[in-house]
C-alpha cells in the first residue's frame, strides 16, 4: 500500500487509487532495496506495506521466497499478476498492518519501503520484527524524513507519520544497526515520488 496515506485514507482510497491502469510507484524496485538486497544470500523475506509488488517481484526474480502483506485487495491483485507475468510466485496477504501479527523466527530479511503509519503501529511492527527474523536475519528500510514535511515529492504532509534516524535508532536498538542515515535523494518512482526528498535509510541485523 505504501502506507504514507492509511490514517487519513482507508483501504477504499488505496483500492481507488490503484485501480488506475498507471503504477503509482513504477514497475522497478527501489532503488535502496535493490542494491541492498544484492549483497545477500536469497531465503525468506516479508515485504510490509507492498502495494503493487515491484520489490516483492524483484525479490521473487532474485530467488527470495515472499511473502508480502498489503490492505488493499485491488493492490494484491495487481502485485499477483505482476509476478504471473514474471513467471513467479508470491504469497501476499491481505491485512491491515495495525492488527497484523508477524510469525515468529520466519524470515531472513524483513524490507519496509516507503510504509508511513501511525507512531503507535509503527513501534508495535518495529517491535515484532526482531522476533520474526531468524538469527542474524535483516531489516531494510527507506521512509522519508521528517524534514520531508512540506516537499511535493511523496510522503505524508504529517509529521507524526515521518521517521527521524533518532527515533529508528531507538525503535531498532536491539538490533546491530550497520547502516543509519538521513540523506537527500532524487526519487524517480513514478509520478508519486518524483523530485528532491529527504529520507531515513535503515540497515540493521538481528543480534
Known amino acids: 500500500m505504501n502506507n504514507e496515506l492509511t490514517n487519513k485514507f482507508g483501504g ?4 481507488e487509487r490503484y485501480s488506475s491502469s498507471e503504477w503509482i510507484y513504477g514497475t522497478e524496485p527501489n532503488r535502496f532495496f535493490r542494491e541492498e538486497l544484492d549483497k545477500l544470500n536469497s531465503g525468506k523475506i516479508l515485504l510490509l506495506g507492498e502495494g503493487e509488488g515491484r520489490n516483492a517481484v524483484y ?27 514474471n513467471s513467479v510466485s ?9 492488527g497484523y501479527e508477524l510469525e515468529s ?13 501511525k507512531k503507535v503501529v ?11 527474523l531468524k538469527a542474524k536475519g ?12 512540506g516537499k511535493n515529492s511523496g510522503g505524508p504532509q504529517n509529521i507524526d507519520m515521518l521517521y527521524s534516524v533518532d ?7 536491539r538490533f546491530r544497526i550497520n547502516t543509519l542515515e538521513k540523506k537527500i535523494v532524487t526519487l ?20
Open 59 to 85: 525479490a521473487a526474480l532474485s530467488g527470495w521466497q515472499v511473502d508480502a502483506v498489503d490492505f488493499s485487495k485491488v493492490a494484491r491483485e495487481k502485485a499477483l499478476n505482476f509476478a504471473k507475468q
Open 167 to 173: 527515533e529508528l535508532a531507538e525503535e531498532f536498538a
Open 122 to 132: 509503527r513501534e508495535r511492527i518495529h517491535s515484532s520484527i526482531y522476533t520474526a
Open 188 to 207: 524517480d518512482e513514478s509520478i508519486h515520488h518524483k523530485g528532491e526528498a529527504v529520507v531515513v535509510r535503515l540497515i540493521a541485523s538481528k543480534l
Open 105 to 117: 523466527d520466519c524470515y531472513d530479511v524483513i524490507a519496509i519501503i516507503y510504509s508511513h503509519l
Open 90 to 98: 508470491i504469497n501476499y496477504k491481505l491485512a491491515d498492518l495495525s
Open 138 to 149: 535483516i531489516v531494510i528500510l527507506e521512509a522519508f524524513d521528517k524534514d520531508q514535511l
Open 12 to 15: 477504499e482510497f488505496w483500492d
